[in-house]
């Protein structure tokens, strides 16, 4: 299976900050031509379940604000929170699709 | 609208089997390219892909669970089963019941989760 691994574990940020949290797979995780980039992004609030954020790397998932970003290829992937806000607060984990699915294993954000 | 919910006992003894029905709506496990599985998290850890079933009854497994697992459907109810054998008190997690939004992508549809606690 392919080992996705985050970091950093945790971070915390004063409100208006940058957030960026990083992805690392064990193997790449894209294909194609154009390239497809199997990788996802999800948030998860206290006692909520995952909520998905951002597919393909960088595809925001309908009604997601624009200050959530994602970037990235083939190992290497990257979350943007551009401008913190309260409700970001959370668990971010990504997950790749490209084989059997694996996550990370999360990073908390909160604020400072 | 789509609806994901699980149900299923919140105990369970160590060697015990396990249970879990989740009902959804919203659409139909007899659509050509539709999957429903399961995906569990342990207390403050990572979550961990279990099972999927596919509409044609196609089944994917984590290899790291050792055919303790079973996933199977009924359509007629709009419900899959997931039997998990031989529990251990490091089952003890969230198991999440979730529907990609298209065959073999993201989640993009999760239930709200049923915590199941092993514990003699």
């Known amino acids: 299976d392919i080992v996705m691994t985050q970091s950093p574990d945790s971070l915390a940020l004063s409100l208006g900050e940058r957030a960026t949290i990083n992805c690392k797979s064990s193997q790449s995780v894209s294909s194609g031509s154009p390239n497809k980039n199997y990788l996802a992004w999800y948030h998860q609030k206290p006692g909520q379940p995952p909520k998905l954020l951002i597919y393909?790397?960088?595809t925001r998932e309908s009604g997601v604000p624009d200050r959530f970003s994602g970037s990235g290829s083939r190992t290497d992937f990257t979350l943007t929170i551009s401008d913190l806000q309260p409700e970001d607060v959370g668990i971010y984990h990504c997950?790749?699709?490209?084989?059997?699915?694996?996550f990370g294993q999360g990073t908390k954000v909160e604020i400072k | 609208q789509i609806t994901l919910k699980e149900s299923g006992p919140t105990v369970v003894k160590p060697t015990q089997t396990l249970t879990l029905t989740c009902t959804f709506s919203g659409f139909s496990l007899t659509t050509h390219g539709v999957g429903v599985g399961w995906i569990r998290q342990p207390p403050g850890k990572a979550l961990e892909w279990l099972a999927l079933i596919y509409w044609d009854d196609d089944t994917r497994y984590t290899s790291s669970l050792n055919n303790k697992l079973a996933i199977s459907k009924d359509t007629s109810k709009n419900q899959i089963v997931l039997t998990m054998t031989n529990l251990d008190p490091a089952d003890t997690a969230t198991y999440y019941c979730?529907?990609?939004?298209?065959?073999?992508?993201?989640?993009?549809?999760w239930g709200q989760g049923i915590l199941v606690t092993v514990s003699s």
């Open positions: 997950q790749q699709y490209y084989s059997t699915p694996t």
């Open positions: 393909w790397a960088s």
């Open positions: 979730v529907h990609p939004s298209a065959t073999g992508g993201p989640f993009e549809y």
